[in-house]
């Protein structure tokens, strides 16, 4: 066998680029879930409501640099915000107290895949929307969701796991604003 120098020094150095490269694609720091990709653009309102709403969120975590993208308390609050905003279920949304309703959300369960071509998270938030004044329940309800991202959507799984979770988050969002506006109070 005759194998000269620039051959496999050529050979080592595509080697070497190749899995610079492939490093560069499939690695990376996670990302956390954004308001703008939770927030959903499509609503079904029955009744859009004269009241103001106050926001509490719970249960989200915040995304470490080598962790899974998680949501975040702020930012599911803001994209909750939003949609309350864009579909006029309730006619502001109040910081703090002071609004006529409290609604309250809760993520219980966030159930992600570690690996695979598809990324299909479940998500599972408690929805409580209480009257200001009396602290009585109107509405209570668990909230199951999920989303698929696939590589058509991200090749890098980092990205994908994100978008999963912004499309369960979204669809949860989707759901509890339209049970709410179905409600007559």
Not at 79 to 107: E, H, P, R
């Amino acid at each position: 066998m005759n194998f000269s120098l620039k051959s496999v020094l050529s050979n080592r150095l595509f080697a070497i680029a190749a899995l610079v490269l492939a490093s560069a694609v499939l690695g990376g720091c996670a990302t956390p879930s954004t308001s703008a990709g939770m927030t959903p653009t499509e609503f079904q309102v029955t009744n859009k409501h004269t009241q103001s709403v106050a926001l509490t969120v719970d249960g989200g975590k915040e995304t470490g640099a080598l962790g899974k993208s998680q949501i975040p308390n702020d930012a599911f609050a803001q994209a909750i915000t939003d949609a309350i905003t864009n579909s006029k279920t309730f006619s502001s949304v109040v910081k703090g107290s002071g609004g006529d309703m409290l609604l309250t959300v809760s993520i219980f369960n966030i159930d992600q895949p570690s690996f695979g071509l598809s990324f299909t998270v479940k998500m599972e938030a408690g929805w409580t929307l209480k009257r200001a004044d009396t602290g009585a329940v109107i509405w209570q309800e668990s909230i199951k969701s999920e989303h698929t991202a696939t590589v058509s959507d991200a090749f890098a799984g980092i990205t994908r796991l994100r978008l999963a979770n912004e499309g369960a988050a979204k669809a949860n969002i989707a759901q509890g604003l339209s049970k709410i506006s179905a409600l007559n109070f």
